[in-house]
């Protein structure tokens, strides 16, 4: 083992695990500052944990560093099973990272709190591991020499889904709160890392630099643990500035007309016309109603999955309109999830508390006597 190899091993195992502890204690703190934000919703209780899951996905870099590490020491680093366990750190590693996108807002929709599909994902990864055993068992080292290792094909293509998923997802976050260098460098950043694990299958890519592909990938991971860093303070900030629930007041005043005060936004007593947008004043009215009148599960909407909303499009479209017809600055605008709560199962509640929820009694009965609207007319009596 050269010396450049167990310099690079021990700088990963302690760049790994000091990026791994950081994580850990700001979503410690953040949990237990934070509580009443995270857990907000009286169906389903959950706690924000995609820092934790990061954190995680460090510390299983520490432990393959210090399988590498043992490996060379003890003479297994090359053999099959050395490879094998290698491979399995990278797949429990690329699964606590699929694992944190579930808790990302701007993830691709089919990972943010979908259940099912991060399910099916994680039986893919499974199977991925299955498969990795069942070629070791077959190909063993015998290729370990060649320009090509099939053995390491599933855990590449793995990685580079999952690679994508990052990209999208890191970039999507920043960039909606306003750090479009961070945004850029974060998409770099993980397309090192894809490409240092190129060598994983086609070892005479840099196979005259050992130095070349160990910089990429200590530059690469560090690059990525102070990504994470950002990451949570950009979270940290914004869990600071979200309205509470106490503080939001709506009145809607008649059709179309809505006055909202917002105070952590700037917005104090602004009266909203909706206009031509009839659909999207009519939806804020449901949430409004329920959220007002209704008991329970009755408070909520079911959004996608058969519900009365197709699809979660049209809680976008009504902060959206509010933003445009108000003029909001980037800083200054509203978030879907600063007037809506998910609670789970697909389901949408409005975060305004019902206290500080008015409806004008004339379009409140214009509304509800409305064929379509029998629910709602059940839900006033």
Not at 111 to 117: A, D, G, L, R
Not at 198 to 226: C, D, H, Y
Not at 323 to 340: A, H, K, S, T, V
């Amino acid at each position: 083992m050269s010396e450049l190899a167990k310099f690079h091993l021990l700088a990963h195992i302690f760049i790994s695990a000091i990026g791994g502890v950081l994580l850990l204690a700001i979503w410690y703190n953040i949990r237990q500052r934070f509580r009443a934000i995270l857990e907000e919703g009286a169906n389903e209780k959950r706690v924000d944990k995609g820092l934790l899951f990061l954190s995680l996905a460090m510390f299983t870099w520490v432990f393959a560093g210090i399988w590498g590490l043992l490996g060379h020491q003890y003479g297994f680093a090359e053999t099959g099973f050395g490879e094998v366990g290698a491979r399995l750190f990278s797949i429990v590693n690329n699964l606590f990272l699929l694992l944190s996108l579930f808790y990302f807002y701007y993830a691709p929709p089919f990972i943010y709190n979908n259940e099912k599909n991060v399910k099916i994902i994680i039986g893919v990864i499974i199977a991925v591991s299955l498969l990795t055993l069942f070629l070791n068992s077959f190909y063993g080292n015998s290729n370990a020499g060649s320009s090509f290792r099939i053995v390491n094909v599933p855990d590449l293509l793995l990685s580079v889904f999952l690679s994508g998923l990052l990209m999208i997802s890191f970039y999507k976050t920043f960039l909606h709160r306003g750090l479009k260098i961070v945004a850029a460098i974060s998409v770099i950043v993980i397309a090192m890392m894809m490409v240092s694990q190129l060598q994983e299958v086609f070892p005479r890519i840099w196979s005259g630099s050992e130095l070349t592909n160990s910089l990429i990938k200590i530059v690469s991971k560090t690059s990525l643990i102070a990504i994470c860093l950002v990451l949570a303070t950009s979270w940290v900030i914004r869990l600071a500035s979200m309205p509470k629930p106490n503080e939001m007041n709506i009145h809607f005043q008649d059709w179309s007309l809505v006055k909202l005060t917002v105070p952590s936004k700037g917005i104090q007593n602004q009266v909203i016309d909706f206009g031509s947008k009839a659909t999207q004043y009519k939806n804020l009215l449901k949430f409004a109603i329920r959220r007002k009148y209704g008991q329970g599960d009755d408070q909520s909407i079911l959004v996608g999955n058969g519900g009365e909303l197709s699809n979660q499009t049209y809680l976008t479209r009504i902060i959206n309109n509010i933003n445009e017809i108000c003029g909001y600055d980037d800083p200054d605008q509203l978030e879907r999830r600063d007037m809506f709560t998910f609670i789970g199962n697909g389901m949408y509640r409005l975060r305004i508390i019902p206290e500080n929820i008015s409806i004008d009694e004339g379009l409140l009965s214009e509304f509800t006597k409305s064929t379509d609207n029998q629910a709602y007319a059940k839900l006033c009596n």
